[in-house]
Structure formats: structure tokens, C-alpha cells
């Protein structure tokens, strides 16, 4: 028999200690409002102290690391929070997308369980935690062709590039924080080309399960890069199984049994891992010999681009008991632009961090493109 939802006595936003910039801020608020109303409760803007007996629940604006830290806050199953926990910092990252190259070092709480169980949904690559680590593994990627440095805490994509040769890996390896590596982990991973990156995951908020698969859209920021612009997702109530029975292509089915199986290895091999919001990007793609290849490229267990459409599925469920299925999509436009009518905005504004930005979600009948 499964144990009855517990009540919360208000939602509060756990911010990280280094600052985000004003428009996640003005995102991540809008969210927990909206968590307090699907939990039937309210939101508080402070962390204000809870009484004897009361039980708040928690948004986090990143993966929480050291369980016993937040037990203290009542956070200890994946009712009492929206995101993940872990155990140590690596956990949190991309670091654990890959194994270590043999012989190399690794941080307190590695293991090699991870990689072995998740083997089948891992492009090939390495994680490092010092420069002459990813020396090595580099020399060992470069037998097959030109491969992607990737800094583990950069979103968005950001701070990635391709590599091809020792001499470009020594001048992008002379300007990174040697500390910042041997904390949270470097990855170096088989480059491909004419890729497609798909969007795998679940939330889990007041006993409501939702499933889902997409795609992302890139966007150029005012620097001109290359970022995150937005998801197209497909979301059931319920978890993967029931996911699976949508009708989908075939790169759609495998990137889900992959996403799958990284979260199987993680609940598996990382002791103290429990998270309401799993997201996993896949990629699909060409790597230099001319072969398909796809894999998890990272984990997020903490909310991310896509967690406006999330939530606002999250509603429509919570709203419609007899609601099966629908569409939802987040968007991140840099520049003006004129909202849809059906647009939930988040953030609009002019942000000192990247400028002129519009964030915004829908949600659609699973029937309506």
C-alpha cells in the first residue's frame, strides 16, 4: 500500500550560494509558485522557520550534494523537494556521463559501477579530475578523430569546444582552474557532427508522476553563440513504461531506454541519490568514421530550461484527473519578440547577464502540433 502524500506547509526557493542572474531568478520564483499551487499550500519568498510539526517543501535552484546537510531541513525523499541530491559534488555533473581513463585519479566517492551499468547509453569518452589526466585521455580519443572538451558545470552549452590535436588541447588546458578540476571533473568525449539532441525525463510533485520525451531548439545569444533556445516535449501521466507506448521513432525510443538506463545505474551505483526532477539530454549523431552514434551526454537533477514545461504539465494534470497525455514547449528568445496567445511568460526583460531575453512556455492537446 502506498504511503499517503504528506501535506506541505509552504514552498521555499533554496538559492545556491553564487548568484544567478535576475531572469533564472525571476523563472525560479514563478516556479515555486506555481509548485505551491499544485501542493495546495503557499510560497514563501523567505526561508522563513518552520514551526514544530510543519513540513515544507523545497526548490532548490541547484542539485543539493550532502544528504545529512539537508536532512536537517526535512529533505529526504523525493516528496519533500523539486530537484536531486547526491553525495558528493561530482555527482552532480556530467563528470559521471563517462569512466576514467585507467590509471588516472579520482575524487572521494568514484566508482566505476556507474559507467559499467550505463555502458550501453554512454557516447565513448573519458572524466578526468587533473590536466595531465585529460593529456591522457585525449591522446587516447584522438586515435579516432577530433573530440569535445566539455567544463562540467557550464549550461547552456556554453564553454565547449572541439579539439584536434595535443597543441590546441595544451592551449585550452592552460587556461582552466586546476582546483575547479579536481573538485568537479572534466569531460572529453567523441565529437559529433549534424547532431540532434533529444530531451528524457520525469517530475514527480504531490504524487503526480509525469513522463516525457522531445527535442531541443539552439538559438544564437547576442554574442552570437550557440545555446540553449527551448524543448518540444510529448508528456504522460505516469512513468516510463507508460512513455513507451506512445508511438515514436525509432532514435526517440532507444534515446528514452537510454535515458532510462543512466537513471537505473545511477539509483544503482550512487549512494544517497534521490531526485523528483530527472532530465537527461541524448544525442544523436555522426562521429568521424561516418557512424551513427547516440548516447546521454549529461544528467540535470535540478530544475533547467525545460521545468516551466514541466510544471505548467504538471498543472494540467493536477487540474484534469481523466488528462492522459498533452504537448508542452518552453522558449528562450533572445531579442524582442511577440508572445503567442496561448504563452505563459516566465521572464521578459533586459537582463546584465545576457541581455534582452523573452522565456516563455505553452502547453497544447497531445493531438495539436
Known sequence: MTAPIEAKTGVVLLTAEDAKPAHEHEVHIKLAERLANILGTEFFPAALSAAAGERRYYLPT???IDPERYRQLGIETDRDFFGGMVSQPFMATKAISHP??????????WTDDFALRASDALLRGYS???????????DLLFIDGPLRLKPVRATAGRGQCVIHN?????????QLDEEEISTWGL???ENLTDVETFSVGQVMVAGIIASYYGTQNL????????????SELVLVRGDYDQLLQLDMDKPTRLAVNQARLYEQAAIAALPG??????NYDVARGTNAQGKLRSGVLEQSWRIGGASSAEVLALEAFA????????RASTHEIYGETELPADATLFYQGDDSDVGFITKYARVRPYDHP
Open 219 to 230: 538559438t544564437q545569444d547576442h554574442a552570437g553563440e550557440t545555446v540553449y533556445g527551448g
Open 128 to 138: 578526468v579530475f587533473s590536466l595531465a589526466d585529460a593529456q591522457m585521455a585525449a
Open 62 to 64: 541547484d542539485t543539493l
Open 187 to 189: 569531460v572529453l568525449e
Open 319 to 326: 487540474d484534469d484527473l481523466t488528462l492522459q497525455r498533452l
Open 100 to 109: 576514467l581513463p585507467g590509471g588516472a585519479m579520482s575524487p572521494l566517492g
Open 166 to 174: 595535443r597543441n590546441e588541447l595544451d592551449a585550452i588546458l592552460s
Open 273 to 278: 541519490f534521490v531526485a523528483s526532477r530527472r
